[in-house]
């Protein structure tokens, strides 16, 4: 028996949206309050619901609690994280060495999460032509987890600066086993109004406008969707002193 479909209220999308514009890549505003279990199972679940190429629903969630482990993870960043500042020219590193890239020593929870790519067998529907659509349903995951963090006031932060080998010998990760995303989680003391990086400098959200595109690459030739794209960016979210609000 088939039910209507659930429709949502003008304050739901509302509240959606302001999660959305509101969810930041917190790094330095932890602070030392557990997470309760059951907000934990709630954000679990809704990332557990996120949508999935042949349904495979190939992830896990490796939860890291032990001030041992999380102090190792940290020794690891550290490494990786004075070879990636190498790799940008003198003025850069400067800029880069003043960044908080990571919350690792003061979130009270890692989780990292991985993709199993062999959970439904050799030949996956939907994976048959596009072979990564797999580990994109686990970024889909993380997203959903980082929503319904935001959604309760819960901070994440993603670090991607590991050598993925190192960090899998660590966690005893199993070989085949890929390595999507690295979060730190925990309560906070703030949210900034803007991400770190536009906020300090690094670099500032590209105009939407510049990256749609109409039938053909390149192509960004519209009469009205530019306008409203503007329009609604800033019925969305309001404050005209956010500089994600300037094109």
Excluded at 53 to 59: D, I
Aim: some cysteine.
């Amino acid at each position: 028996m088939s039910h209507p479909s659930k429709t949502f209220s003008k304050q739901a999308s509302k509240t959606l949206y302001e999660i959305i514009f509101n969810r930041r890549d917190v790094r330095g505003e932890f602070n030392n309050k557990p997470i309760a279990d059951e907000v934990l199972a709630r954000l679990l679940i809704a990332a557990h619901h996120a949508p999935s190429v042949g349904f495979m629903q190939p992830w896990n969630f490796l939860l890291i609690q032990q001030e041992t482990q999380r102090t190792a993870v940290h020794k690891l960043f550290q490494t990786a994280n004075e070879e990636a500042k190498q790799q940008f020219d003198s003025e850069r590193q400067n800029l880069y060495q003043s960044l908080k890239l990571e919350g690792l020593l003061t979130s009270p929870l890692h989780i990292c999460v991985t993709c199993d790519r062999n959970r439904a067998g050799p030949v996956v529907l939907g994976r048959t032509h596009m072979h990564d659509t797999d580990l994109y349903s686990t970024v889909c995951a993380v997203q959903n987890f980082w929503l319904a963090a935001r959604a309760e006031n819960i901070g994440v932060g993603w670090v991607s600066i590991f050598h993925e080998a190192e960090l899998k010998k660590l966690l005893k990760i199993p070989q085949e086993i890929h390595i999507i995303a690295y979060l730190t989680v925990g309560h906070v003391n703030s949210f900034h109004q803007t991400p770190d990086l536009a906020r300090k400098g690094w670099r500032n959200r590209l105009n939407l406008n510049d990256l749609v595109m109409h039938d053909e690459w390149n192509n960004h030739k519209n009469n009205n969707l530019s306008d409203h794209i503007q329009s609604q960016l800033e019925r969305l979210n309001p404050d005209p002193k956010n500089p994600e609000n300037k094109s």
